[in-house]
């Protein structure tokens, strides 16, 4: 068995390299750029109008709903529960820790581009779903089977295997370590890892075993919670650092452009680790061009297409643009990108660390600890639903395998909190970068039905702008 699982962990570590390797960062960066030339780069040229019927239409009206099917802020709500997570806390520390200051130039680099690419997998997804029993359901596996024809519907059943074995590991086993850590630490350690992954998995069984409209409704509150609490830090770390802030912005420009060599290394090496750094740590991120997100956004009330794709937009800003941007500024002013990470437990005791050493006592420490709860809380509840409907997808939709699926999600909560899957994870994280390639090969055959429908939307008389 010892030698099995050795094999096992050799082949997963060379797929590893591969799904978040130098040629599937430069597709998904190349996706983006070619998306964001055919549709006229509306994440430029559109942002007001955008930002203006995203977040500015929050209150209105149409984000009222008693139906079967979410709302517009519900579907994103969802979608970014799974989007923002550890990743923009623990993920970006080590980018810097790794590539220096610099990636955090190049994780805003694959956030540009992402905006668009993100914006037109929704687009997809919304244009290919179906209605069963009254209940929208969509995502890349749908988009690819209607939109290029039954001959691809291979490629639909590898995306959706992908992306359902990946709901266990990323979505569920990641986030609960993280959330039992956290318990155990605020609680000094009152609450173990195996109560606390009990705690977890009731609140978890609540949330998924109410379907959909539960999961929407849940995230609706508790994204806006989560990320209003993470940024008030960061605003407060900025105002305490304000004097230093210019130069912390010209540390990241100029380690981005760093021709030095690094550990003996050839010249130029280190521009290139920071550029890896910061596109594998932003996708991994806002998760543009992964195919998650999209599978949220279908679940949405909205009709038109290219209406609730600009959430993406939003989504990707907002995720990468600004939380990612607030943990790289904190550990750039706090001045740790200088000191070995070898000498912290993990990223997110360093993160916690950066934020400790500007705010006054431990409280930076405490706010670490509450939003990598909520955050991993957040994910889970989202690739849940992830899940569902990929395992819904392969099975047409069997209500005893869908029931099946929720409580073996819930149980492997457990799982993750006692530290028990740390291989499902690594294995997991594979699979997650590997979900992408099918979902990008249908990103750019029909790149056509994007530009049409932005067309149509955007730059025709049908709305006024």
């Known amino acids: 068995m010892e030698k099995f699982l050795e094999i096992v962990t050799l082949v997963n570590g060379k797929l590893n390299a591969f799904a978040w390797g130098p040629i599937m960062l430069a597709l998904l960066i190349g996706t983006?750029?070619?998306?964001?030339?055919?549709?006229?780069?509306?994440?430029?040229?559109?942002?007001?109008?955008?930002?203006?019927?995203?977040?500015?239409s929050l209150f209105s009206k149409k984000n009222k709903t008693d139906?079967?099917?979410?709302?517009?802020?519900?579907?994103?709500?969802?979608?970014?529960?799974?989007?923002?997570?550890?990743?923009?806390?623990?993920?970006?520390?080590?980018?810097?820790?790794?590539?220096?200051?610099?990636a955090?130039?190049?994780?805003?680099?694959?956030?540009?581009?992402?905006?668009?690419?993100?914006?037109?997998?929704?687009?997809?997804?919304?244009?290919?779903?179906?209605?069963?029993?009254?209940?929208?359901?969509?995502?890349?596996?749908?988009?690819?089977?209607?939109?290029?024809?039954?001959n691809w519907k291979w490629l639909a059943v590898i995306f959706a295997i992908l992306g359902g074995l990946t709901s266990f590991g990323i979505g569920n086993i990641a986030q609960s370590s993280e959330i039992a850590g956290a318990l155990s630490s605020l609680s000094g350690g009152h609450i173990s890892l195996l109560a606390g992954g009990v705690i977890l998995a009731i609140v978890v069984a609540f949330v998924v075993l109410g379907g959909v409209k539960r999961v929407g409704q849940v995230t609706s509150y508790m994204v806006p919670f989560m990320s209003i609490f993470y940024v008030l830090a960061g605003i407060a770390v900025v105002v305490l650092k304000i004097t230093e802030v210019p130069a912390a912005?010209?540390?990241?420009?100029?380690?981005?452009?760093?021709?030095?060599?690094?550990?003996?290394?050839?010249?130029?090496?280190?521009i290139m680790v920071a550029m890896r750094q910061g596109f594998a740590r932003g996708v991994f991120s806002n998760e543009a061009g992964m195919g998650s997100a999209p599978i949220a956004h279908a679940a949405s009330e909205t009709e038109e297409p290219a209406e609730q794709a600009m959430w993406g937009v939003f989504e990707v800003f907002f995720d990468t643009i600004v939380i990612c941007t607030i943990?790289?500024?904190?550990?750039?002013?706090?001045?740790?990108?200088?000191?070995?990470?070898?000498?912290?437990?993990?990223?997110?005791a360093a993160a916690v660390a950066a934020f400790n050493s500007i705010l006054p006592g431990t409280i930076g420490g405490t706010i670490i600890q509450i939003s990598l709860i909520f955050f991993a809380l957040s994910t889970?509840?989202?690739?849940?639903?992830?899940?569902?409907?990929?395992?819904?997808?392969?099975?047409?939709?069997?209500?005893?395998?869908?029931?099946?699926?929720?409580?073996?999600?819930?149980?492997?909560?457990?799982?993750?909190?006692?530290g028990s899957g740390t291989l499902m994870w690594d294995i997991s994280d594979t699979l997650n970068g590997l979900m992408a390639l099918p979902n990008l090969v249908s990103l750019l055959l029909l790149s056509g039905v994007v530009t049409k429908i932005t067309k149509d939307y955007f730059y025709s008389d049908k709305i006024k702008k």
């Not at 149980?411 to 993750?416: A, E, K, M, T, Y």
Request: glycine content about 14%; charged content about 15%.
């Open 327 to 348: 943990t790289a500024l904190t550990v750039v002013l706090s001045g740790l990108h200088t000191t070995d990470l070898s000498g912290y437990a993990s990223k997110g």
């Open 249 to 270: 912005f010209v540390t990241i420009f100029k380690s981005a452009f760093s021709f030095e060599a690094v550990g003996g290394g050839v010249m130029g090496y280190a």
């Open 67 to 102: 139906g079967k099917n979410l709302t517009a802020f519900q579907a994103v709500s969802t979608a970014m529960a799974g989007t923002v997570g550890t990743g923009n806390i623990a993920g970006v520390t080590g980018a810097i820790f790794v590539g220096g200051p610099g």
């Open 104 to 150: 955090v130039f190049w994780m805003w680099v694959s956030a540009f581009f992402g905006m668009c690419t993100k914006y037109a997998e929704i687009t997809l997804s919304m244009k290919y779903r179906e209605k069963v029993d009254g209940v929208y359901k969509g995502g890349p596996m749908y988009a690819i089977e209607k939109g290029l024809g039954k």
């Open 32 to 56: 983006g750029v070619y998306l964001t030339i055919r549709t006229r780069c509306i994440q430029v040229t559109k942002f007001g109008y955008i930002m203006k019927n995203t977040v500015g």
């Open 380 to 418: 889970i509840l989202s690739w849940s639903y992830y899940g569902e409907r990929c395992w819904g997808y392969l099975t047409n939709n069997n209500k005893v395998f869908d029931l099946c699926y929720k409580v073996i999600f819930v149980l492997i909560c457990v799982v993750g909190a006692t």
